[in-house]
T-cell receptor, first 116, second 116 residues
Framework: EPEVTQTPSHQVTQMGQEVILRCVPISNHLYFYWYRQILGQKVEFLVS????????KSEIFDDQFSVERPDGSNFTLKIRSTKLEDSAMYFCASKGTPKRGNQPQHFGDGTRLSIL | AQKITQTQPGMFVQEKEAVTLDCTYD???????LFWYKQPSSGEMIFLIYQGSYDQQNATEGRYSLNFQKARKSANLVISASQLGDSAMYFCAMKAPLNRDDKIIFGKGTRLHILP
């Protein structure tokens, strides 16, 4: 069964450094998402992306964050200058057909980001 | 405002027993979808089951069923014949309105422990 893949599984970065989290969504999917989960807390929406542009973003997704689909397969989340509070599990998700709202978002296994 | 409430932070259930995980929601949109995801200790998010607000019947997927009570705004997950591998965190989630392809909001989760 096709799946969303995320790399790396664990990223350790010094505070203030830039980090790029990578995702390969399911190949025929059109909608892409990033969520994060701070340890022990609920999953929070960051951003949704469709047709090469952001369709919605949360308050968390400030100017330090950006997303990109540089080619036909990758979907990346960049944090320009990481802060300690960015430490979390970051999930990429994708969804298929546009017309059916009941399509579930399929999640990757997540990237655990640790900021030192 | 949209909200998902899971009131059981943790549950312990004997293997082979049925278990009900509670979820209540709040939305003013008449069209919405409810999801349950499972998060094992390894961290990935696994889609389990979906219920649409206009669906006439309760959703079922193998051992999972969703007890949807629209008037009460509840969408409890029922796992029949629980197995040790069911031990995980379970998240109830909602997407509203259905015709927009944006975020899912999650509850805080219930940690389920299946006892041998």
């Amino acid at each position: 069964e096709p799946e969303v893949t995320q790399t790396p599984s664990h990223q350790v970065t010094q505070m203030g450094q830039e980090v790029i989290l990578r995702c390969v969504p399911i190949s025929n999917h059109l909608y892409f998402y990033w969520y994060r989960q701070i340890l022990g807390q609920k999953v929070e929406f960051l951003v949704s992306f469709y047709n090469n542009e952001i369709s919605e973003k949360s308050e968390i997704f400030d100017d330090q964050f950006s997303v990109e689909r540089p080619d036909g397969s990758n979907f990346t989340l960049k944090i320009r200058s990481t802060k300690l509070e960015d430490s979390a599990m970051y999930f990429c998700a994708s969804k298929g057909t546009p017309k059916r709202g009941n399509q579930p978002q399929h999640f990757g296994d997540g990237t655990r980001l640790s900021i030192l | 405002a949209q909200k998902i409430t899971q009131t059981q932070p943790g549950m312990f259930v004997q293997e082979k027993e049925a278990v009900t995980l509670d979820c209540t929601y709040d939305t003013s949109d008449p069209s919405y979808g409810l999801f349950w995801y499972k998060q094992p200790s390894s961290g990935e998010m696994i889609f389990l089951i979906y219920q649409g607000s206009y669906d006439q019947q309760n959703a079922t997927e193998g051992r999972y069923s969703l007890n949807f009570q629209k008037a009460r705004k509840s969408a409890n997950l029922v796992i029949s014949a629980s197995q040790l591998g069911d031990s995980a965190m379970y998240f109830c989630a909602m997407k509203a309105p259905l015709n927009r392809d944006d975020k899912i909001i999650f509850g805080k989760g219930t940690r389920l422990h299946i006892l041998p």
